[in-house]
C-alpha cells in the first residue's frame, strides 16, 4: 500500500512545489518592495537549488514506486520518464549555467538576453503536464485496481 500510496501523492506534491515556485514565485519576487536584482537573484538561486533537490527526492521516490511495483502502464511510464529526464537536464545542463549568468548579471557582465530561462520555463511546463497525466493516471489505476480487488 506503501508504493501505491507514493506513486500518487508524489507526482501531485511534486506539480505543487513546481507550479508554486517557478509559476508564482519567481516572477512574484521581483514585484516585493526593495528586491533588488542582485538580491532577487541571490533570492532565487537558494530556493531553486533547493527546488531541485526536493524534486531529486520526488524523483526517487517515484522511481522506487515504479521499480517495487512493475504493474505500470504506458502512460504512467512515459510521463514519469519524461518528468524524470527534464529533472536530470535542469540539474546538469540548465541550471548550472542559469548559475553562470546570475553571477554575470550580478556583476554587471551579462549579455541583455538569455534563451536560458525561457528553456528553463518551457521545460518545466512540459513537467507539469507531465506530472499531471502521471498523478491522475496512477489515481485511476489504484481506484480501478481496488474496485476490482474488492468486487464492487
Known amino acids: 500500500m ?13 506539480f505543487g512545489m513546481v507550479m508554486a515556485i517557478s509559476f508564482m514565485e519567481a516572477p512574484l519576487k521581483f514585484r516585493a518592495p526593495g528586491i533588488t536584482i542582485p538580491l532577487g537573484l541571490g533570492i532565487g538561486r537558494l530556493v531553486f537549488f533547493t527546488l531541485n533537490k526536493m524534486e531529486i527526492v520526488c ?7 515504479f521499480v517495487r511495483e512493475r504493474t505500470n502502464s504506458r502512460t504512467m511510464s512515459i510521463t514519469f520518464g519524461t518528468a524524470f529526464l527534464i529533472l536530470l537536464l535542469e540539474t546538469v545542463w540548465i541550471l548550472p549555467m542559469l548559475n553562470v549568468r546570475t553571477d554575470q548579471v550580478i556583476a554587471g557582465t551579462a549579455s541583455p538576453f538569455s534563451n536560458l530561462h525561457i528553456i528553463y520555463i518551457v521545460f518545466d511546463a512540459i513537467k507539469l503536464i507531465s506530472l499531471a497525466i502521471l498523478g491522475v493516471s496512477t489515481t485511476r489505476r489504484m481506484i480501478s485496481g481496488e474496485h476490482n480487488e474488492t468486487g464492487h
Open 2 to 14: 506503501f508504493t501505491k500510496t507514493v506513486k500518487v501523492a508524489v507526482p501531485f506534491v511534486w
Open 59 to 65: 524523483a526517487l521516490l517515484l522511481l522506487f514506486g
